[in-house]
């Protein structure tokens, strides 16, 4: 760490926690795969995390607040899902619920980056240990240079989506302005005699 500190890595603000310092993490709650509609409906409301995001809809929640879901189970744990609201856990998510140390926005883009699945055990069934994972060591910037980094990825993220959404209607009318100055650039008027 102080090789890091010499090199200007670290902030003055910055210390090196280990994760379960700052964030309490839970396994979710078994829920009968019939009691989850695919759809959202009047009465199935909820969004119910899985192991890999929002698995579909429930009638009742078990998590409230700003949380985030890290899937524990199978090839895809440690996937990072975010939700501030009322939601249902299974228990192939880990609930994380941030301390006022550590922002749940900035959390969000720091669990992704790690790769969690690096951590997971080996064997048939692949899986992320609450235990293992609270003793990651983590960077932890000030609560104000955490906000501010989370604003910055949460606009770039925010930029992508809209690409994304925006790019088939971009593409959409460049074709629409090619074809248009096409027909005016190969269409001659015939001279007349």
């Known amino acids: 760490m102080q090789r890091e500190r010499e090199r200007g890595l670290l902030s003055n603000f910055s210390r090196v926690v280990v994760l379960g310092e700052v964030v309490e993490m839970k396994a ?58 009322q939601c249902y856990a299974t228990e192939h998510a880990v609930v994380t619920k941030c301390s006022d140390a550590l922002l749940p926005r900035f959390a969000f883009h720091l669990l992704t980056a790690m790769d969690l699945n690096q951590y997971k055990s080996s064997g048939a ?34 930029l992508i989506s809209d690409i994304s959404q925006g790019l088939p209607a971009e593409i959409e009318a460049r074709r629409k302005q090619y074809a248009y100055y096409r027909d005016k650039l190969i269409t001659f008027k015939e001279k007349t005699a």
């Open 125 to 158: 069934q692949p899986g992320l240990a609450v235990g293992k994972l609270n003793m990651i060591q983590i960077t932890l910037p000030a609560v104000e240079e955490q906000k501010k980094i989370a604003e910055t990825l949460d606009g770039f993220d925010a």
């Open 28 to 85: 979710g709650v078994h829920i009968s795969a019939g009691d989850i509609s695919p759809l959202r409906t009047d009465e199935h409301s909820f969004p119910c995390f899985g192991g890999n995001g929002i698995r579909g809809y429930v009638a009742q929640a078990n998590c409230s607040g700003r949380n985030l879901f890290i899937g524990r189970q199978g090839a895809l744990c440690g996937n990072v899902s975010y939700f501030d609201g």
